[in-house]
């Protein structure tokens, strides 16, 4: 978890100029979906560590997946956005919030 963590870190802060804020586990429940919503940040960075092809998001009406487990995603969230599992299985992502650096 340390050397994840400290992965996305060298990524936000030399790629994106952000720095990392909360980071948690986001379990979706089979058959549930989140409520259509704007984030404050400008986006979140994924690891997917359990998902399948029924698990996506909805963003401005498009659909996205992130297919791969284990790989990093960034996630753009200051958009009207919603996470569906529409399977029968769990879902989990480790979430790692961001927020830009002061000037």
């Known amino acids: 978890v340390e ?3 400290q992965f996305v870190k060298s990524i936000a802060e030399n790629t994106y ?3 990392i804020g909360r980071v948690r586990l986001m379990r979706l429940l ?3 979906c989140l409520s259509y919503h704007i ?7 994924h690891i997917p560590l ?3 092809q029924k698990c996506f998001f909805v963003v401005e009406d498009q ?4 297919p791969d487990p284990f790989c990093l995603y960034k996630f753009q969230t200051n958009t009207r ?3 569906v599992n529409a399977s029968f299985e769990i879902r989990d992502h480790i979430v790692f919030d961001t927020f ?3 000037k």
């Open 3 to 5: 050397q994840a963590y």
């Open 17 to 19: 100029n952000v720095r």
């Open 30 to 32: 089979p058959k549930t």
């Open 39 to 45: 984030d404050p940040e400008e986006f979140r960075f």
């Open 50 to 52: 359990v998902t399948n």
């Open 63 to 66: 659909v996205f997946r992130m």
């Open 81 to 83: 956005h919603t996470a």
């Open 100 to 102: 830009q650096n002061s």
